[in-house]
């Protein structure tokens, strides 16, 4: 139906602030792209641009091969779910979802047709008379998302939708709406903080940081191979573990490629063990704290030597605190020093200022 | 609430008994009064419970008027106060509602000076500004009409921010999915606002009815025509005799009969009225 491209897009408001410093991303037709990165990265914004809620201040925003920075968002053809839904408390469910058709001067027949295809679906039938309060957080999400499917549009744009519903809830709309979006086959823009969300839901996933694109990719590509420290820590949780090469200890074990920077290594890499794999680096940590989720286990451990990390990212851990996941409940018990080791492949090495990736 | 104890409970129960007598037996007296001979009220003999007269007395008065100072029947007096009362309501609802909605969601040069100009009025009531006021509804020949009754009263900067406040809670993202939902200013103000508003305009209606209906200063001044006169103004007039006794039934009725409409306003509207006040839910 629709491409979405965004070349070189900025906002720069009245005061001189910066929001979106120059984003290019292009999402196939039907693609589920989602936006992911810490509360003021811009990712709202962006998504606020291409609703048409947002002026832009630079670049071309383009739906469907045509240029829209000057278009209304009603005439955009998108359809927008917004994070407190935005219903129309004064209106029923079905009048909710009919609003925008009969705005367009659709026919009373063909809305109602759609409306109640769109219950049907949704599972709201039964509740069409009632009004938005009368409803739970799930049902009131279901209706926001009903008021944009019986549009038919072009473009889906979701801000941050699952954020007022609990746990488990939200795990349940994540798969429908994932369902929803693949049937309709409706091109996607998703905003979200949750890194969950964001891995699950992605066709393309857009890691952003500080009003800028970080990163672009299939979210398990990013996962595997982050550009950034930024997107490292960012992707995957636990966060990454990020040390500095520089103690003498992991420079000798990395040889050449000690002079990176930054070692990366995921919490799940590494293994308890005595021996040091040939290439990989081997840690000794004594044991602070253990996390049991049943199927996993967090150990919580601190290096011996006191290590500055490099690299200030969110979700970081203090410095020469190292994460390791094991699979199972068995840990070792407090206070007892382990080694942990790492193979060469699983390495992350990043120059020293996190910005960029090396290949070892 | 705190349930106590007997002793203490009756004391409560007594203070209060003895603040609605202090405030209810004025309106008590004025009803038995209505019903009473006047030679007996005029005589300083007047029983405290109802007398006979009930019927003629209020024909007399809704129908037919005094026979001294101002011959004019309290219906007409009461066509007038409501037709005022609910122009001015109707109308201050009307236009600050539109202002507010002006002031709050539209992006327009000296739009801050505008809201504190209308804010600064909030200190210019008609007490303050009655000469010009007059001179300009005068100079318009507007004396004696309905129109020069209620409209140098409709402008309300109190209405408007009020509004404006109300406003300011409906959140944002209601008039972005109006946006994206095909809806343009009007329409959003018409299918969203509006409906969103109806207890705070409820509210308002009761309290800007009342204050309408009880204006005693401006309908004073600007009417001298027995027919265009209001209630509170006919009361008043019935009192002034110069040489003939005052008919106090029927300026006891006529007070009576000037407290119902309020009272019906209120009784009618209470449940929107303190929903408007109180509710928080959007």
């Known amino acids: 139906m629709a491409n979405v491209t965004l070349r070189n897009v900025r906002k720069t408001y009245p005061g001189g602030f910066e929001a979106i410093k120059g984003v290019n991303v292009d999402v196939g037709d039907g693609q589920f792209c989602v936006l992911v990165g810490p509360s003021g990265c811009g990712k709202s914004t962006l998504l606020r641009m291409v609703a048409g809620l947002e002026t832009v201040t630079g670049g071309e925003i383009d739906i469907g091969g045509k240029v829209v920075n000057q278009v209304e968002p009603a005439d955009r053809d998108i359809a927008m779910v917004f994070q407190n839904y935005a219903l129309y408390p004064h209106m029923s469910v079905f009048n909710n979802m009919a609003y925008g058709l009969r705005n367009r001067g659709m026919k009373e027949a063909e809305i109602k047709a759609r409306v109640e295809e769109a219950a049907r679906v949704l599972e709201l039938a039964p509740m069409l008379d009632r009004k938005p309060r009368q409803l739970s957080g799930g049902q009131r999400q279901r209706v926001a998302m009903g008021r944009a499917i019986v549009r038919q549009p072009k473009v889906f744009l979701f801000d941050e939708p699952l954020s007022n519903l609990d746990a488990k809830l939200r795990i349940a709309m994540r798969v429908e709406i994932r369902k929803l979006q693949r049937r309709l086959n409706t091109t996607s823009i998703y905003v979200t903080h949750d890194q969950l969300e964001a891995m699950t839901l992605a066709d393309i996933l857009v890691v952003m940081n500080g009003g800028q694109v970080e990163q672009i990719g299939n979210p398990l590509a990013i996962y595997e191979k982050p550009a950034t420290t930024f997107v490292a820590s960012f992707i995957g949780a636990p966060p990454m573990n990020l040390m500095s090469t520089r103690p003498d200890e992991i420079k000798s074990q990395l040889g050449g490629a000690g002079d990176a920077g930054i070692l990366g290594i995921r919490p799940e890499d590494f293994v308890i063990t005595d021996q040091t794999p040939a290439g990989g680096v081997a840690l000794p940590l004594t044991v602070e704290a253990i996390e049991r989720v049943g199927a996993e286990t967090f150990v919580y451990g601190s290096r011996q030597q006191d290590d500055k990390r490099v690299a200030a990212t969110p979700g970081e851990l203090p410095p020469g605190e190292i994460i390791v996941r094991i699979p199972g409940s068995e840990a070792p018990p407090i206070g007892q020093k382990i080694r942990v080791a790492a193979v060469r492949q699983k390495l992350h090495l990043f120059s020293g200022d996190g910005r960029t990736r090396i290949e070892a | 609430m705190v349930e106590q104890e007997g002793f203490r409970r009756y004391v409560a129960h007594i203070v209060l008994w003895i603040g609605i007598a202090i405030v209810a037996f004025p309106v008590y007296v004025a009803i038995v009064a209505s019903t009473q001979d006047n030679a007996l009220i005029a005589n300083g003999q007047m029983s405290l419970l109802p007398g006979g ?230």
């Open chain 2, 53 to 282: 007269h009930f019927f003629e007395v209020y024909y007399q008065t809704i129908f037919v008027g005094t026979s001294g100072s101002t011959r004019e029947p309290v219906a007409n007096m009461m066509l007038n106060s409501l037709v005022m009362a609910l122009l001015i309501a109707v109308g201050k609802i009307a236009i600050s509602i539109i202002s507010a909605y002006g002031i709050v969601y539209f992006r327009f040069p000296f739009r801050m000076p505008i809201f504190w100009i209308i804010f600064i009025t909030l200190m210019l009531p008609v007490e303050v500004r009655i000469y010009p006021t007059y001179k300009i509804v005068a100079d318009l020949h507007m004396l004696d009409s309905y129109a020069g009754l209620a409209l140098p009263l409709i402008a309300s900067a109190t209405a408007t921010l009020l509004f404006r406040q109300f406003f300011m809670t409906v959140p944002d993202e209601l008039l972005e999915a109006s946006r994206i939902d095909g809806a343009g200013p009007l329409r959003f103000f018409w299918d969203t606002l509006l409906p969103l508003s109806r207890t705070n305009m409820a509210a308002l209606f009761v309290i800007l009815f009342i204050l309408g209906w009880n204006q005693y200063l401006w309908p004073l001044l600007i009417t001298t025509r027995d027919d265009m006169q209001t209630i509170q103004i006919g009361i008043r007039k019935m009192m002034t005799t110069n040489d003939a006794l005052t008919e106090w039934p029927i300026v006891m009725a006529t007070a009576v009969l000037a407290m119902l409409p309020p009272v019906f306003v209120v009784v009618a509207m209470q449940k929107l009225f303190v929903r408007g006040l109180v509710e928080t839910e959007k």
